[in-house]
């Protein structure tokens, strides 16, 4: 089964600066048609998770040009240009390569 | 618009089984794919298995496999998670999601793009 790891665990920003959260795969997610088999979630406080990027680097409808994603292979990167208030939460990292599908342990965002 | 309704809530006893509903709704029924995440408290999502409406196909977590029936009412547009054996260990919020794409056999990429509000499971003697 692949493993997904990310770092950090908890990650305290200031409002308005950046906030980049690392996830690692037991093995490579990049397939041979190009893409990243990765999706990121952010789980708000009481909420149900919600998708903020799939294959890597394709924003979910709705979602700010603030959150990118990117990497390749085993290491990718979820980035937040300018935190705001309503970021907070859990996000997630998951990888949809192959079953059964798993997800990273979360790291939690919060407002200094 | 698209809706998973799930139920509030139940408690178990160890080694009884839990059936948990999701309603949904705004969608072509059979066309996507529905997932199972569970969330212990306090504690991180955990992928526990996906079904298709269309042909009832199924793939689950090695973790629960043997415990967990993934079944659909197309009539209902309703999809059912049952998990027998209960433990101390499964007490969670289990979520329904939607998958994205649709397909009948789970292959890469299934992200959920819409969740249900999750229903709680509390298993105590």
């Known amino acids: 089964d692949i493993v997904m790891t990310q770092s950090p665990l908890s990650l305290p920003v200031t409002p308005g600066e950046p906030a980049s959260i690392s996830c690692r795969s037991s093995q490579s997610l990049l397939h041979n048609n190009g893409y990243n088999y990765i999706d990121w979630y952010l789980q708000k406080p009481g909420q149900s998770p919600q998708l903020l990027i799939n294959l890597g680097s394709h924003r979910a409808s709705g979602v700010p040009d603030r959150f990118r994603g990117s990497g390749s292979g085993t290491d990718y990167t979820l980035k937040i240009n300018r935190v705001e208030a309503e970021d907070v939460g859990v996000y997630y990292c998951?990888?949809?390569?192959?079953?059964?599908?798993?997800f990273g342990q979360g790291t939690k965002l919060e407002i200094k | 618009q698209v809706q998973l309704l799930q139920s509030g809530g139940e408690v178990k006893k160890p080694g009884a089984s839990v059936k948990v509903p999701c309603k949904t709704s705004?969608?072509?029924?059979?066309?996507?794919?529905i997932t199972w995440v569970r969330q212990a408290p306090g504690q991180g999502l955990e992928w526990l298995g996906w079904i298709s409406p269309y042909d009832g196909n199924t793939k689950s977590s090695e973790k629960v496999q043997g415990r967990l029936t993934m079944t659909t009412d197309t009539s209902s547009t309703t999809v059912y998670m049952e998990l027998g054996s209960l433990t101390s260990a499964d007490t969670a919020v289990y979520f329904c999601?939607?998958?994205?794409?649709?397909?009948?056999?789970?292959?890469?990429?299934?992200?959920?793009?819409?969740w249900g509000k999750g229903t709680t499971v509390t298993v105590s003697s």
């Open positions: 705004g969608y072509t029924f059979t066309s996507y794919g």
């Open positions: 998951m990888q949809t390569l192959e079953a059964p599908y798993s």
């Open positions: 999601a939607k998958v994205g794409v649709p397909g009948t056999i789970l292959g890469r990429g299934y992200y959920m793009d819409v």
